[in-house]
């Protein structure tokens, strides 16, 4: 049996599997990021207690999606803007010796295009890139059915690219980035709701509503194009 948890900025989401992926139960918990980084350890090791708790087969390996660059081959989390207070975090390091078993750490992007690689819409591509688009935004690329890292494992951090240097602040720092302007945060920003309320409100032809869905889409389409015009990719999953 496998555990695998995606850390996000909103909720951390985690399954328990079998070593072929036929997922047995899953679990959902709030993130509370705002509490800050031991708060947040805290609720990863509660939802992967929770699964693991009545399984009668033991758990050898678990693996975690996190926002952000890391460090992959340490399997530290360097800073997530949707993740305050984190600094340079050894969570491999710290889950290993909670739980007593490996533990692999990867940018959650990545791990969900490995997934459309192995299991989704990429099957049948050679070239693609993959898009995340939820609190924040992430990118995983695939070349020659190969995950492509880049120079320190960094690479695929779509969500960082600027396409309005006169938009909004961005987590990282920067003003006008991609996630800044096109992500659930930016939604949030614009409507003062979020995503599923602005989304109700636009299918009764609130006006606001779908004004914020139609500048959150031309700012989505500004940062693909750009995206497309690099990779040259298949499909843009």
Known sequence: MVIGVDLGGTKIAAV???????????????????KGQKHVIENIKKAIDTLIR???RKVSKIGIGVPGPILYDQGIVIEPPNLPGWKKVNLKKILEKEFKVPVFLDNDANCAALAEAYFGAGKNAQNFIYITVSTGIGGGIIINRQLYRGAIGAAGEFG???????????????????????SGTAIRRRAGMDAISVELAAR?????????????????AIGIANLVNIFNPEIVV
């Open 54 to 56: 009545g399984q009668r």
């Open 204 to 220: 009764q032809g609130d006006k606001k509503a779908l004004k914020v869905i139609d500048e959150t889409a031309h700012y989505l």
């Open 16 to 34: 328990i599997a079998t070593q072929e992926g036929k997922i047995i139960t899953d679990v959902n918990i709030p993130t509370e990021a705002q």
């Open 160 to 182: 960082h690219m600027i396409i309005d240097p006169h938009g909004y602040p961005c987590g990282c720092g920067n003003i006008g980035c991609f996630e800044a302007m096109a």
